[in-house]
């Protein structure tokens, strides 16, 4: 049974940068997807983007300039990093497994809100 | 403005039947892309309910259905009951946006 699990702070200032972590159980990363996703207060879901075990990654293009995401498989994790946030990225931080094409397996997500 | 659209809201009796329709363009649906499907209960993470276009992951009762139809998709959804309401987000790739993947905006089913 694959487990996903967000860790990181829930309070960043704006301006500041956003950094999260995946912990992986039950599931070798390795020829994966690993993928963030996020629903800001009473809306809807936003892709955020992915990494394959090799180290590629696909971001979506409203975030690309500000956003990385990387993997450490010798610790099955994958992280998030947002820089520059404003409170427009106020949102529940969902990671999760994608398997051709869609997420099989959703961690039970995180809430980071910006503020001052 | 979602590139997938979804009425906000859909709602139906126990028992009873309903479908969530999910339209999209040629750059997406329409360009052959897999539509998949999430149920989230209130409070919890999505759930994947169906993927690629018509199948259930395993445990997923059969009065959920997909199918894909030219530039839409939609959800059914037979003997309807209390615990089904939730939001329900259809999802799939767009070649607009460099194929990333999309989201719907998001139907919220109500059991009357």
Redesign the interface.
């Known amino acids: 049974q694959v487990q996903l699990q967000e860790s990181g702070p829930g309070l960043v200032k704006p301006s500041e940068t956003l950094s999260l972590t995946c912990t992986v159980s039950g599931a070798s990363m390795r020829s994966q997807y690993w993928s963030w996703i996020r629903q800001p207060p009473g809306k809807g879901l936003e892709w955020i983007g992915y990494i394959f075990y090799s180290g590629s990654t696909h971001y979506n293009p409203s975030l690309r300039s500000r956003v990385t995401i990387s993997m450490d498989t010798s610790t099955n994790q994958f992280s998030l990093t947002l820089r520059s946030v404003t409170a427009a990225d106020t949102a529940v931080y969902y990671c999760g497994r994608d398997t051709s094409g869609y997420v099989a397996n959703w961690g039970q997500g995180t809430q980071v809100t910006v503020s001052s | 403005q979602?590139v997938l659209t979804q009425p906000p809201s859909v709602s139906g009796a126990p028992g009873q039947r309903v479908t969530i329709s999910c339209t999209g363009s040629t750059s997406n649906i329409g360009a052959g892309?897999?539509v998949?499907w999430?149920q989230q209960l209130p409070g919890?993470?999505?759930?994947?309910l169906v993927?690629?276009n018509t199948n259930r992951?395993s445990g997923v009762p059969d009065r959920f259905s997909g199918s894909k139809s030219g530039t839409s998709a939609s959800l059914a959804i037979t003997g309807l009951q209390t615990e089904d309401e939730a939001f329900y987000?259809c999802?799939s790739?767009d070649m607009s946006?460099?194929?990333?993947?999309?989201?719907?905006?998001?139907t919220h089913l109500t059991v009357l």
């Open positions: 979602s892309f897999d998949h999430y919890t993470a999505p759930k994947l993927y690629s992951p987000y999802q790739y946006l460099s194929g990333s993947k999309i989201f719907g905006g998001g």
